[in-house]
Each structure stands twice: as C-alpha cells, then as structure tokens.
C-alpha cells in the first residue's frame, strides 16, 4: 500500500473521527442506580445535564448517605460513557497493516 493511500486513509478516518465525535458529545445518556433510586442524564461531552432522585431517598438525617449515592452514580455514569467513546473511537479507526 503506497504512503499516499495511507495518508488519505487516515485523513478519512480523521474526518469520522470528528464526525461521530461531535454526535456523541450531543448524545444525552441516562443512568439509572441502584434500580432508578437516583437517575442521571449526561451528555457524551460528560456535561451532567440532569439528576432525578426517588423522593424516597430525601431525608435530612440520610444527607450523608444520599451525597455518597450521588457521588457513585455520578461516577459510574461517567465511566459508561467515557467507555462508549473509546468503543466509538475504535471503531472508526482504520485498520492498516503494518502501521500499528
């Protein structure tokens, strides 16, 4: 494969790349922990955009445990979607031999 073909190659996937990226930082992602107790919406660019808690879960005397449920839930969400675009990133990347 001539180093010409490669170069367009990757300036293609490059193009893709941008593409699809854009896509998933639109994209809104929810999240539901410990069975929809808390539910979380982030953007693929991993803005939070919303939280919803089971008013079950407001109490002042559970403040503690509640922030601590926010915090996991938080963090997971992220780590799914922080996933999601490394999946997507794969994807698009194309495979040329020898290369990597």
Do not use: C, H, W
């Amino acid at each position: 494969m001539s180093f010409k073909k490669i170069a367009e190659m990757m300036r293609q996937a490059e193009r893709e790349t941008k593409k699809k990226t854009l896509a998933f930082e639109q994209q809104a992602f929810e999240y539901n922990y410990k069975n929809g107790a808390i539910k979380i919406t982030i953007l693929g660019d991993l803005t939070l955009k919303s939280i919803n808690i089971d008013p079950v879960l407001i109490d002042a005397s559970d403040k503690v445990i509640l922030e601590e449920m926010i915090i996991e839930a938080t963090n997971e969400a992220v780590s799914d979607v922080k996933t999601k675009y490394d999946n997507l990133v794969e994807k698009t990347m194309p495979k040329v031999p020898g290369l990597f």
